[in-house]
């Protein structure tokens, strides 16, 4: 099973510190059991609410997109108010309240997504190379991989935030592009790889715009969760790479160290019947 762990460690910047959170899912009698649609809302809003000082924000959000799903569920299955009654007894107040900047910051992370596949993708084929080299009994496995600079978007003439930020905001004055650089960029940095995976199977499962994230398909939810730790393991080489002298086309850094990590934890026993 999979599980969101943050990184608790010292950071380049020391307003990047994150709390450890960690889900699994098993038995439902178990009293640490994690619902999929509890999986489902912990994934998003971990997305969405990603800076070190907004646990109360996120943990509110959380529990409102709960609230909603449990009240669906409730006007077909009576008994999900009974099981799951910390979400059914949030008034539809608080929920709307809790989830005033959600669909905001899902676009902002949409985006975010979008915008570091030019980067991710380089990393990637950087990353394959060097396995290839370590592992040559596997290169029949990994394949043939052509190093490509990232790929520009229209009107770009290089791969830099100044011009992805012209082009998200559809102009280029300063204000605009600071402004898209701190809201989209900087505040989604920790969770850029899974924003990443989000964007990518959103695409892959052709949703376009309209990517309609089921809170208990738990299938869709290991999916994105394993791809966004591909993307961390890229993310960590070519920080190593770069720094270490290697060349990029990006003019800018992922660092590693914002990143909200993602590990592997064991699913809850079963309980005794």
Same mark, same amino acid.
């Given at each position: 099973?999979?599980?969101?762990?943050?990184?608790?460690?010292?950071?380049?910047?020391?307003?990047?510190?994150?709390?450890?959170?960690?889900?699994?899912?098993?038995?439902?009698?178990?009293?640490?059991?994690?619902?999929?649609?509890?999986?489902?809302?912990?994934?998003?809003?971990?997305?969405?609410?990603?800076?070190?000082?907004?646990?109360?924000?996120?943990?509110?959000?959380?529990?409102?997109?709960?609230?909603?799903?449990?009240?669906?569920?409730?006007?077909?299955?009576?008994?999900?108010?009974?099981?799951?009654?910390?979400?059914?007894?949030?008034?539809?107040?608080?929920?709307?309240? $809790? =989830?005033?900047? @959600?669909?905001?910051?899902?676009? !902002?992370?949409?985006?975010?997504? #979008?915008?570091?596949? +030019?980067?991710?993708?380089?990393?990637?084929?950087?990353?394959?190379?060097?396995?290839?080299?370590?592992?040559?009994?596997?290169?029949?496995?990994?394949?043939?991989?052509?190093?490509?600079?990232?790929?520009?978007?229209?009107?770009?003439?290089?791969?830099?935030?100044?011009?992805?930020?012209?082009?998200?905001?559809?102009?280029?004055?300063?204000?605009?592009?600071?402004?898209?650089?701190?809201?989209?960029?900087?505040?989604?940095?920790?969770?850029?790889?899974?924003?990443?995976?989000?964007?990518?199977?959103?695409?892959?499962?052709?949703?376009?715009?309209?990517?309609?994230?089921?809170?208990?398909?738990?299938?869709?939810?290991?999916?994105?969760? $394993? =791809?966004?730790? @591909?993307?961390?393991?890229?993310? !960590?080489?070519?920080?190593?790479? #770069?720094?270490?002298? +290697?060349?990029?086309?990006?003019?800018?850094?992922?660092?590693?160290?914002?990143?909200?990590?993602?590990?592997?934890?064991?699913?809850?026993?079963?309980?005794?019947?």
């Amino acid at each position: 099973m999979w599980g969101l762990t943050a990184n608790t460690g010292s950071t380049s910047d020391p307003n990047h510190q994150y709390n450890v959170i960690t889900m699994s899912v098993g038995a439902h009698s178990s009293e640490n059991y994690v619902a999929p649609f509890e999986f489902g809302a912990a994934t998003v809003t971990t997305m969405t609410f990603s800076s070190g000082g907004e646990e109360q924000q996120r943990t509110a959000a959380f529990n409102a997109l709960c609230s909603l799903f449990v009240k669906a569920r409730f006007e077909t299955e009576p008994k999900w108010s009974e099981q799951f009654p910390q979400y059914a007894d949030i008034d539809d107040r608080t929920c709307k309240a $809790s =989830l005033r900047t @959600f669909s905001r910051r899902l676009r !902002d992370r949409t985006l975010l997504g #979008r915008d570091s596949l +030019g980067y991710l993708g380089e990393a990637i084929r950087h990353l394959g190379v060097a396995l290839r080299d370590a592992c040559p009994e596997r290169s029949a496995e990994i394949g043939t991989i052509e190093i490509q600079s990232a790929i520009l978007g229209k009107g770009m003439s290089r791969h830099s935030l100044n011009q992805l930020g012209a082009r998200d905001a559809r102009t280029d004055d300063a204000d605009a592009i600071r402004n898209w650089e701190r809201r989209v960029w900087d505040a989604g940095i920790p969770v850029v790889h899974i924003a990443a995976a989000w964007h990518v199977l959103g695409k892959h499962l052709n949703f376009d715009t309209d990517f309609v994230y089921s809170l208990e398909d738990l299938a869709l939810h290991r999916r994105i969760l $394993s =791809l966004a730790q @591909f993307h961390e393991a890229a993310i !960590d080489f070519e920080w190593h790479r #770069r720094i270490g002298g +290697g060349q990029g086309s990006s003019t800018f850094l992922i660092d590693p160290s914002r990143l909200i990590r993602l590990r592997p934890i064991s699913a809850n026993p079963a309980c005794p019947s």
